[in-house]
C-alpha cells in the first residue's frame, strides 16, 4: 500500500505538510544542490558531534605524519643509507688496492685486516667467476645505492645479493681475469636499519595525543548531549528536573537559555490554561443556570431549539477546555494496539460504518495512552462524520509507530490542508462543517503528535477520500 510519511531528517526530497514531495533546492533556501561527491562524502561521514570531532582532531594529526614519515623517508633515510654505503664502497675500494699492491702470499693478511679493522669479511677467489645476473630487486634502495657507489668508486665488475641474507650483504668484484673478491659486510654498516624507531616513536605519540584528545573530547561534548536530551524531552512533553547547565562557557549559556525558554513556555501554557479553565468554570455555571430553567419550564416545542444550542455551548466549552489543557501532564505507559482497534470497531458499529483494521509489528507500544487514544479517535470520528468506509493500519517497526487513517469521503483540497490543522478553522464545504464542530479535532490531533516527538500529515486516499498519517517515535 503507498503510504505518504515524513522521513526522518536529512533525507532528500522530504515530504511536506501535505504530503507532496518539496524539491531540494527549495528545501535548502535556495542554494545550489550539492554535487555528486559531496553527497557521496556526506553520507560516509558520521553525523554525530563527538565522531566528527575526532575526525577534526584525526586528519589533521594523520596527514602531517604522513608527511612528516614521507620527507623522513624520503630524505633522512635515504641520505644515511648512500653514506654508510660509500663508506663500504670505499673500504671495499681500499682493499682492492692492497691486494693489487701487496704480494700474491699476503692474501691472509689482508683478510684479517678487513676482518678487524673493517668489519667485513673477505675472500679471494683463485679462477673465480661472477655468478650470472639476477634480475634486480624492485624498491630495494641498498641495492640501488650501493650499486652506484661500486660502479663510481671501483669500477668494475661485480655481483651483489641484499636479500639473500636478513643480516649480509654478499659483494663480489672480479679483480683480474682469474681473481674474484668475495665480501660479505654486516647490512646495518651499509643500511639505515634503525630507522623503524622513528615510526615507533611517532605512532606512540599519537596514540597518546588521542588518547587524550578522545577524554577531553568526551568531557566536553557531554554537556551538548544532556542539553540536546532535555530540549528533546521538553518537546515530547515529558519532565526533566535534572538537567543542569554544564560544560564550556558557550555551552552553560545555551543551557540557561533553554532553561528559561522552557519557564517562558510552561507559564505561558499555565496561565492560559487557567484563563480558559476560570472562563469554562464561569460559563457551565450560567449554562447549568440554563439547563435548569429548561427543565422547571417543562416539555415545550418551542423550547427545543434553546435546549440545542445550550448542549452546543456545552460541547464547545469542552472542546476548548481540552484544547488548552492538552495531554502534556500524562507520563508515559503502556497501550495495546489490538484494544485499540477493538474499540474503533465498537465506534464504528455504533456510527454504521465499515471499518477494516491493520495491526502490524508488536501489539504493545510505549505512548501516553489517554493522548494517543484521543488522536485516534479524532481522526476516525472526522472520518465517520463524511465517510463510509473507513480502513485504520497500524504499523509497529523498532523505532517508529505509523498510523494511517483511510476514508472514502470528500476529502480535503490540497491547498486548504494546512489551513485545517489552525485552532478554530472550519471550511465551507462538507469537510469540517458541523454544527457542533468546534475546529479543533485535527489541532488537537496534530498537538498530540507533536508531544510524543512525530507529526500528522494529510494526503489523498486510495478510497477517494482522505488519508491521515500520524508518525511517532515509539
Known amino acids: 500500500m503507498a503510504e505518504s510519511m515524513l522521513p526522518p ?8 505538510p501535505s504530503g507532496e514531495r518539496v524539491p531540494e533546492r527549495r528545501r535548502i533556501g535556495g542554494r545550489r544542490p550539492r554535487t555528486g561527491f559531496g553527497r557521496w562524502l556526506r553520507r560516509r561521514l558520521p553525523m554525530g558531534l563527538y565522531a566528527r570531532s575526532l575526525l577534526i582532531v584525526i586528519i589533521p ?30 673500504d671495499i675500494a681500499a682493499i682492492i688496492q692492497l691486494i693489487d699492491t701487496m704480494p700474491a702470499d699476503q692474501g691472509a693478511t689482508i683478510e684479517r685486516i678487513a676482518r678487524e679493522k673493517l668489519g667485513l669479511r673477505i675472500a679471494i677467489e683463485h679462477n673465480g667467476e661472477l655468478p650470472l645476473p639476477t634480475r634486480k630487486p624492485f624498491f630495494d ?9 661500486i660502479e663510481d668508486q671501483i669500477d668494475r665488475p661485480y655481483w651483489l645479493d641484499t636479500i639473500s641474507s636478513p643480516d649480509y650483504v654478499d659483494i663480489r668484484i672480479k679483480i683480474d681475469g682469474d681473481r674474484v673478491l668475495r665480501v660479505s659486510a654486516r647490512r646495518n654498516l651499509a643500511y639505515a636499519s634503525n630507522t623503524h624507531i622513528f615510526i615507533v616513536w611517532m605512532v606512540g605519540a599519537s596514540l597518546v595525543l588521542l588518547t587524550i584528545a578522545i577524554l577531553f573530547l568526551r568531557g566536553q561534548i557531554r554537556p551538548i548531549l544532556q542539553l540536546a536530551r532535555a530540549a528533546e ?4 512533553g515529558q519532565k526533566i528536573d535534572d538537567f543542569s547547565p554544564r560544560g564550556a562557557e558557550e555551552v552553560r549559556r545555551a543551557g540557561l537559555a533553554f532553561i528559561q525558554m522552557r519557564e517562558r513556555i510552561e507559564r505561558q501554557i499555565e496561565q492560559r490554561t487557567t484563563m480558559l479553565s476560570g472562563v469554562s468554570h464561569d460559563l457551565r455555571t450560567i449554562l447549568t443556570r440554563f439547563k435548569l430553567q429548561l427543565a422547571l419550564a417543562g416539555d415545550n416545542p418551542d423550547l427545543e431549539p434553546l435546549q440545542q444550542d445550550v448542549n452546543d455551548m456545552q460541547s464547545m466549552l469542552e472542546g476548548y477546555l481540552a484544547f488548552a489543557r492538552g495531554e502534556a501532564e500524562e507520563d508515559l505507559g503502556t497501550l495495546s494496539l489490538s484494544d485499540l482497534m477493538i474499540r474503533l470497531t ?3 458499529e455504533l456510527h454504521g460504518k465499515s471499518l477494516t483494521t491493520v495491526v502490524e509489528g508488536e501489539d ?9 487514544t484521543r488522536l485516534v479517535v479524532n481522526l476516525t470520528s472526522n472520518a465517520y462524520r463524511y465517510a463510509d468506509t473507513v480502513q485504520v493500519e497500524a504499523r509497529h517497526s523498532q523505532k517508529w509507530l505509523t498510523l494511517t487513517v483511510d476514508d472514502d469521503g470528500p476529502g480535503i483540497p490540497q491547498s486548504a490542508r494546512d489551513d485545517v490543522f489552525k485552532p478554530f478553522f472550519r471550511l465551507d464545504e462538507a469537510r469540517n462543517l458541523d454544527s457542533s464542530g468546534t475546529g479543533l479535532g485535527l489541532s488537537i490531533a496534530l498537538d498530540i503528535a507533536r508531544s510524543h516527538g512525530g507529526h500528522l500529515t494529510l494526503a489523498d486516499s486510495p478510497l477517494g477520500g482522505l488519508r491521515a498519517i500520524a508518525r511517532v517515535p515509539a
Open 364 to 372: 504493545e507500544v510505549r505512548v501516553r495512552p489517554n493522548a494517543f
Open 9 to 16: 531528517p536529512g533525507l532528500p526530497n522530504a515530504a511536506g
Open 61 to 90: 594529526m594523520v596527514l602531517l605524519q604522513s608527511i612528516i614519515a614521507f620527507v623522513f623517508m624520503e630524505r633522512h633515510w635515504q641520505l644515511v643509507t648512500q653514506r654508510l654505503s660509500a663508506a663500504v664502497t670505499s
Open 346 to 348: 465498537a465506534e464504528a
Open 233 to 236: 524531552s521538553f518537546g515530547k
Open 141 to 149: 634502495i641498498l641495492y640501488q645505492i650501493l650499486s652506484d657507489e
